[in-house]
């Protein structure tokens, strides 16, 4: 596949990371070498969604993702875990339903231990706010559910086949499946995405998927996509 991207711009988009921080330090150094030994005129790193939940160091894949990196533009995307996670800070009586969703694995990586407070979930709502980091607090604030470069479109889960971009839904976009998946296509651009876990990376005529599942087992994936030339991948094993 070759990317309908502006001449110059290429794009690492990184797959599902759900707190394993290592894995991701080791693909960014990947990144790094990459570019190294061959540099582009405009990089552009996307992260792809579900940060956080289920993987042992979420809160340092939050601090991870948050940074700048000089030469480069970062475009953080919202999953359907950080929504649940921004519910629950919102919401007290949305807790319980994150912890169960993967969120105690979040709340021990900033040194909450959930079962503490087991029979009560709602009062660890002002505890979480007042234990995350100020720059935590503000990224998820500042996650978008979409962005698009030339003729690709990036976004956690997918788009609703049939429906305009302008006109795509932002729960779509973050817990959409089979609707998308099975679509045979075309869609209005080609789709990078996340959120279904899958062996190895899965590219079609119109969508590329790129979470391998770091958190199941399986490696931490990016695509890279540049105009003229087809696509690749890098990828760091579990562990």
């Known amino acids: 596949m070759n990317?309908?991207?502006?001449?110059?711009?290429?794009?690492?988009?990184?797959?599902?990371v759900h707190g394993c921080a290592k894995m991701l330090d080791r693909l960014l150094a990947l990144i790094d070498e990459d570019l190294a030994a061959d540099p582009a005129t405009s990089v552009v790193e996307v992260f792809l969604g579900?940060?956080?939940?289920?993987?042992?160091?979420?809160?340092?894949?939050?601090?991870?993702v948050g940074e700048e990196v000089p030469g480069r533009e970062r475009v953080r995307l919202m999953g359907n875990h950080e929504q649940a996670m921004i519910a629950a800070l919102a919401d007290g009586t949305m807790m319980s339903r994150w912890l169960a969703f993967g969120g105690d694995a979040t709340l021990r990586s900033y040194g909450i231990e959930p079962n503490d407070w087991k029979h009560d979930p709602q009062a660890l709502q002002p505890?979480?706010?007042s234990v995350l980091p100020r720059r935590d607090l503000e990224l998820l604030t500042r996650l978008a559910y979409s962005h698009r470069i030339g003729g690709v479109i990036f976004v956690h889960a997918g788009i609703r086949p049939g429906v305009p971009l302008e006109e795509q839904s932002s729960s779509d976009m973050i817990w959409i499946r089979e609707e998308f998946l099975t679509?045979?296509?075309?869609?209005p651009a080609f789709v990078v995405h996340g959120h279904t876990p899958v062996d190895a990376p899965e590219v079609t005529p119109w969508r590329a998927n790129v979470d391998t599942g770091a958190v199941y087992g399986g490696a931490l994936t990016a695509i890279v996509l540049e105009a003229g030339r087809r696509h690749r991948f890098l990828s760091v094993p579990h562990g």
């Open 3 to 16: 990317a309908d991207l502006p001449e110059g711009v290429r794009v690492y988009a990184i797959g599902d």
């Open 50 to 64: 579900d940060y956080v939940d289920r993987g042992p160091d979420c809160a340092a894949v939050l601090k991870r």
């Open 127 to 129: 505890i979480v706010q």
């Open 183 to 187: 679509h045979s296509g075309p869609f």
